[in-house]
């Protein structure tokens, strides 16, 4: 598939890219300055511009899936994660259905399925990312959403725990959770479900399988 990555530049968004290249899909990243284009283009990776706070329409010519990857990070302010987190998402699933992409992947936050239960200054975090992962179940496409937990910069081991919903909070690579999405993408199986992730003991190759 033609895989349009939504902020592809970000520590989560570089392993995307590279894990769906892997996985013989082809992966167009969308970055917002065109300084950020080399890197991609040495890959041999299509890029285009956009960015969600204006317009990038243009991004989705052409696309057969879109990965949500996009994120201000639980330590920006309220506003600024609100525009990004919530509302750049919320865009990026309308102009997804006005171009006709059926497949659209989120990649969320553990506890954004209960937002009211996280720590009070990741609150306004969770919320947006809450109201964006909603916004996506109620949008006819088919979706999947990844709850990962803390994310970290370790070398993937290509061994995790997915879950509907767990429990127990975790951390796990940036790197393992790139892969689980590029796996989880084109299964059948994963359709029009929420998942958590976090770092465990069965091979990511052998999800849902």
Known sequence: MRVLVIGANGKVGK??????????HDPV????????????????????????EKDFESAFYKIDAVIFAAGSGPDTEADKTILIDQEGAIKSIERAKHFGIQRFVMLSSMLADRPESGPSGMKHYLYAKHRADEHLKQSGLDYTIVRPGGLTNEPG?????????????????????????????????AENKSFDLISGSDPIKELLS
């Open 15 to 24: 392993h995307i890219v590279d894990k769906l290249k892997s996985a013989d």
């Open 29 to 52: 990243a969308m970055v917002r300055d065109p300084d950020q284009v080399p890197q991609f283009e040495e890959k041999g990776v299509d890029t285009v511009l956009g960015n969600l």
């Open 157 to 189: 081991t290509g061994r995790v725990m997915l879950q509907e919903n767990m429990n127990n909070f975790g951390e796990i690579p940036r790197e393992d959770v790139a892969e689980t999405i590029a796996h989880l993408i084109s299964l059948p199986k």
